[in-house]
């Protein structure tokens, strides 16, 4: 594992940007784990852009959406957890690049698109989801979990 | 970030004097988020317990199993014969409703579907259950329409162009000589306004089952007759076309108001707001009609009701809202744009008012006003119409200390919600339900006083097929009103008009009555008549519940 010499300020930034994502990531899976029969089916089918017929084809089909919706529910979870923790956080860090893509790439916000969901304002090309995957970006540069975190005993682990 | 600080830390183990306290720190700093997991565990707590509140406060709204389970028709079923009368725009929805359109409509759904995948109204059209029907008849009196609806009648495999199709209907030119057909077991009655009594009458006399397009009646002396008659026939099924009475919303509404979650009631506001040529029966004119292919002789009227028509007109003293083109003249925008005139037409109150009225008379059970008061106007398409564009009506219910507002409008369509106001709660009815507690409820004091419930927010919202609480709706119900859901039972997606109709063949094969029966049908038809008087008169008509008149005071 991979670390830097960071000014205390700099470390405690970072570390701060990766509890905000991971936190975000566990409440989005938790949310999703405790609700009865929670499904992506309605934002699946909501789909616009290029690739709105492939997400539309996943909703369409129960044994794949089944599927997405265990990969949605508990990975958004543990990416949470890998985050928060500074646990397996280049697994973590790439599935939660994985997930922003795919979140991006089913809502992209064009010009003239227009969502159901989620219902909040309305953005040109770039939006939340595109930002948290380059702060993910960022963070997978500079890591953090070797100093702060659970990675760090493993380092040591594997160093001892 | 400076040169320095990108170098590779070094590793600790190099410093081995400060090796036990390090250690320690190294192990702290390894576990310095773990506190967050805590944090973010007693946040979903809260969340939960705030949500399980309320949903324990929507839980008396709660109802199961409350709504008739759809019942497929019997695979071996006799085949009924069926006639239509009339294949004009409503004809040939209601014609596909059953299962029956032209190669040249399904093909369109085809292509369709093919241009959009989302598009689903051709499979849609194709699994629509089998109701084991035929068209033996049918009768219009434009040519082209005719022809139209002999090839939708002989389009038994829903096909396309150039596909396998059944037997052909016979058309007849006279609705007389289909309702005479031996062949014919009921018809299906979607003619203008001015036939409807006539032709329903001339059915059930004819022996036949009746599904008859709303407005009931034109005139109201033919109303009387036509309950005596169907009356006097009970074992012929007789259906009027209020496709709204199948939406499921309605049950449930029907049982919210029967339990007395909002109180007393004393205002019921309802409207109707379209805002294009369509809406306001500027249909277009087929650029084939012409003197030669359109029976206009037929469509004058039955020359009984034109008198009685003409009788009510004159004694009221409103014949400046006769004509003004004489009845017997040719005229194309008068045979496709019949709704514009009352010689034909019952206007707002009998195309549109109807539907809010029959909502609210399967919800409320309303019955015949006490009184009705209309006003409004021509006041947008000046197009020579003598129906108005603008209409209100106000019903009066004095036994049941009860308003309801009818308001419409022809020329915008902002949506105006449908309400139910009572003195606990307002219930917006449309295909979702949303109830708002009012912040001076006596009802639901203590919920409010402990937060539970926050006035002036819906409060519970019910979207048909799904299960759906105060907590989880506002996606759901913006879907729903959207039109990405329609009318469900058990959780499957319906078009009404299908299940109307496919309750009025049930009835016919199992002898029993449909929900809206001559006795539904006589209450729309007598309300709509006192909001048409009370506005060509213009003033208050009274419903003399005794004599069952209308009378001026």
């Known amino acids: 594992m991979q670390s830097f010499q960071y000014s205390k300020l700099q470390l405690y930034a970072l570390f701060i940007l990766r509890v905000f994502i991971g936190w975000y990531f566990l409440y989005e899976g938790l949310a999703k784990l405790l609700t009865p029969n929670w499904s992506a089916y309605g934002y699946l089918i909501d789909s616009k852009g290029v690739f709105a017929p492939l997400f539309v084809q996943l909703a369409g089909n129960a044994a794949l959406l089944d599927v997405v919706n265990i990969i949605n529910a508990w990975g958004l979870t543990l990416v949470g957890l890998s985050l928060i923790l500074g646990l397996f956080t280049k697994i973590g860090y790439f599935s939660a690049i994985f997930f922003m893509l795919m979140f991006y790439l089913s809502h992209p916000p064009l010009l003239h698109a227009e969502y159901i969901l989620p219902r909040e304002g309305s953005y040109l090309w770039i939006d939340k989801n595109l930002i948290m995957l380059a702060s993910t970006v960022v963070l997978v540069l500079f890591p953090t979990s070797g100093i702060i975190g659970l990675d760090s005993l493993l380092v040591r682990k594997r160093k001892s | ?553």
Request: hydrophobic share 35%.
């Open chain 2, 1 to 553: 970030m400076s040169e320095e600080k990108n170098d590779i830390q070094k590793e600790n183990a190099d410093k081995p004097d400060k090796k036990v306290s390090q250690g320690r720190r190294d192990a702290l700093k390894a576990m310095v988020a773990v506190p967050v997991l805590g944090a973010m565990a007693y946040g979903v707590y809260q969340k939960k317990k705030t949500e399980f509140t309320n949903r324990t406060a929507a839980e008396m709204f709660r109802f199961k199993g409350d709504v008739a389970a759809y019942t497929p028709t019997i695979s071996d079923a006799p085949i009924l014969r069926l006639g239509i009368i009339g294949y004009g725009i409503r004809g040939a929805q209601l014609m596909q409703a059953l299962g029956f359109a032209t190669p040249a409509y399904v093909e369109n759904l085809k292509e369709q579907a093919r241009i959009n995948s989302e598009n689903t109204r051709y499979q849609d059209f194709l699994e629509q259950e089998d109701l084991r029907i035929q068209i033996t008849g049918v009768c219009d009196i434009f040519d082209v329409y005719a022809e139209n609806a002999i090839s939708a009648g002989s389009n038994t495999f829903r096909e396309g162009l150039n596909g396998k199709y059944g037997p052909q209907p016979k058309r007849y030119l006279h609705y007389r000589e289909l309702l005479a057909a031996p062949d014919v077991d009921a018809v299906v009655i979607a003619a203008p306004d001015h036939w409807h009594g006539t032709m329903a009458m001339d059915a059930i006399r004819a022996g036949k089952h009746v599904y008859v397009e709303k407005p009931m009646t034109w005139t109201v002396p033919e109303t009387y007759a036509l309950r005596t008659l169907v009356k006097e026939n009970p074992h012929l099924v007789f259906q009027l076309g209020h496709q709204n009475r199948q939406i499921e919303a309605y049950e449930r509404a029907r049982q919210i108001i029967e339990k007395g979650l909002l109180g007393k009631i004393t205002l019921i506001e309802t409207g109707t707001n379209r805002n294009d040529p369509n809406g306001a029966w500027v249909y277009p004119i087929h650029e084939q009609a012409s003197p030669e292919n359109i029976d206009w002789k037929q469509f004058e009227g039955d020359p009984e009701r034109i008198k009685e028509y003409m009788d009510y007109m004159t004694s009221a003293g409103v014949m400046k809202y006769v004509g003004p083109e004489s009845r017997d003249k040719f005229k194309l925008e008068r045979f496709f744009r019949w709704r514009c005139w009352w010689d034909y037409s019952t206007g707002l109150s009998g195309d549109l008012l109807t539907h809010e009225y029959d909502a609210m008379n399967q919800i409320l059970n309303l019955g015949i006003p006490s009184s009705a008061s209309s006003s409004g106007g021509v006041y947008f398409f000046k197009d020579g119409r003598t129906v108005p564009d603008v209409l209100q009506t106000v019903f009066e219910y004095k036994d049941k200390d009860l308003t309801m507002l009818y308001s419409a409008t022809l020329a915008n369509q902002f949506s105006r919600s449908r309400k139910i106001m009572g003195h606990d709660a307002t219930m917006e009815v449309g295909n979702t339900l949303t109830v708002t507690v009012d912040p001076r409820t006596e009802q639901y004091r203590q919920k409010v006083d402990q937060g539970i419930i926050k006035p002036g927010e819906p409060f519970y919202t019910y979207v048909p097929g799904k299960s759906v609480d105060a907590v989880s709706t506002a996606t759901e119900r913006y879907f729903a009103e959207r039109g990405l859901l329609y009318s469900f039972i058990s959780g499957k997606r319906y078009n009404t008009t299908f299940l109307h109709l496919k309750e009025w063949i049930d009835c016919i094969r199992k002898g029993k009555q449909p929900s809206c029966n001559i006795d539904r049908g006589f209450e729309e038809a007598i309300s709509a008549h006192m909001g048409t008087r009370a506005y060509l008169e213009g003033r208050t008509m009274y419903w003399d519940k005794d004599k069952e008149e209308i009378t001026r005071e």
